[in-house]
Nanobody
Framework: QVQLVESGGGLVQAGGSLRLSCAIS????????MGWYRQAPGKQRELVAS???????NYRDSVKGRFTISRDNAENTVYLQMNSLKPEDTAVYYC???????????WGQGTQVTVSS
């Protein structure tokens, strides 16, 4: 299993930037893919971006060109750089890891991102 701890959320004005961090500990060698999800009030949790163990990235359409997911293997940390933030990006952001061999998933506690207009 792994433990995930997010940080970096906060309040920012529209057009601003934030960088979220997800510190990883535990069975890191079993991680197949890491992802950032978000959940706004009254809405379902949705995938924002993911990065595979090979470095392949994937983004939801609404954040393409604004958000960047990256991984620092030496620091065992995954980042989400968020630029040109919009009020509709307001949500609790969660870090997620899927582990081999059965793709068991693990979640962090979440970090609040609020974008004011």
């Amino acid at each position: 299993q792994v433990q995930l701890v997010e940080s970096g959320g906060g309040l920012v004005q529209a057009g601003g930037s934030l960088r979220l961090s997800c510190a990883i500990s535990g069975d890191i060698f079993r991680i197949v893919t890491m992802g950032w999800y978000r959940q706004a009030p009254g809405k379902q949790r949705e995938l924002v971006a993911s990065i595979s163990s090979r470095g392949t990235t994937n983004y939801r359409d609404s954040v393409k060109g604004r958000f960047t997911i990256s991984r620092d293997n030496a620091e065992n940390t995954v980042y989400l750089q968020m630029n040109s933030l919009k009020p509709e990006d307001t949500a609790v952001y969660y870090c997620n890891a899927a582990l081999s061999p059965q793709f068991n998933t693990y979640w962090g506690q979440g970090t609040q991102v609020t974008v004011s207009s």
